[in-house]
C-alpha cells in the first residue's frame, strides 16, 4: 500500500511508531480507538462508573509513560493484554486506595478476555472507516463502498442512488476493501493480535 493515496495526511507509519514519537493526533487515535475498551474493564471490575472516568485517566497516563517500553516480544503478547494489566494494576490500586482490608471484586480477571480481541479489531477497522468518511466522504468510490459495507444497500441500490453502473460499485467496495485492510494491517500491525 506504500506510495498510494493514504487515507490521512498522517504519516504512513503504524499507529505504535506515531505514538512513541509522541504524535499528538496519533495519541487521540489510539485513546479513541482503546478507550471504550478501557472503560469496560473499569465497569466490569465493579468501579462506580463516576470513577471510572478518573481510573480512566490514570490508565492513560500509564500506558504513555509506558509507551516506549511496550513490546511484543513474547508469544502470545498483545498490545490489549499489556493495557488489560495496566488497567487491571490501575483499579486494583483504586480498590486498595478505598480500603486496604477488603477483597478486590471477583469480575477482575488476572488476564484480558481473548475474545475481545475481535472486538479490537473491528473498532480498528470502525476508526479507519469514520476516519475515511472525514477524508474521502465526497469521493463517489468511497461512497458506493461505504453505501453498500457499511449502510447495507444492495449494489443495485447504491449503483441508483450515486448514478453508477452495478459492476462501477461492486469494484469500489473490493477496491476500498482491500485499501482498508492495508491501512488496518499498516497503522494497527504491531497491535492487533
Not at 498490545?79 to 488497567?87: A, D, H
Not at 480498590?95 to 477488603?102: E, H
Not at 469500489?172 to 488496518?184: E, P, Q
Amino acid at each position: 500500500m506504500a506510495g498510494t493515496d493514504s487515507a490521512s495526511d498522517d504519516t504512513n507509519s503504524s499507529l505504535l511508531s506515531r505514538v512513541r514519537i509522541r504524535e499528538e493526533n496519533a495519541w487521540i487515535e489510539l485513546v479513541n480507538w482503546i478507550g471504550p475498551f478501557v472503560m469496560r474493564w473499569c465497569i466490569r471490575a465493579g468501579v462506580d462508573p463516576s470513577q471510572a472516568e478518573d481510573i480512566a485517566q490514570e490508565i492513560f497516563v500509564r500506558i504513555w509513560n509506558s509507551m516506549p517500553n511496550f513490546r511484543r516480544n513474547e508469544i502470545g503478547q498483545s498490545f490489549r493484554g499489556w493495557v488489560y494489566t495496566i488497567t487491571r494494576n490501575c483499579i486494583v490500586d483504586y480498590y486498595r486506595s478505598r480500603d486496604s482490608a477488603g477483597p478486590l471484586p471477583d469480575q477482575l480477571p488476572d488476564r484480558s478476555d481473548p475474545s475481545e480481541a475481535d472486538d479490537l479489531r473491528r473498532e480498528a477497522i470502525q476508526l479507519l472507516v469514520r476516519k475515511c468518511v472525514s477524508i474521502h466522504g465526497a469521493d463517489v468510490g468511497f461512497r458506493a463502498f461505504h453505501r453498500t459495507a457499511v449502510d447495507g444497500l444492495t449494489s443495485k441500490q447504491a449503483a441508483d442512488e450515486l448514478g453508477l453502473s452495478h459492476e462501477a460499485v461492486r469494484k469500489h467496495k473490493a477496491r476500498w476493501s482491500r485499501r482498508l485492510r492495508d491501512l488496518l494491517e499498516e497503522r494497527f500491525c504491531e497491535l492487533l493480535g
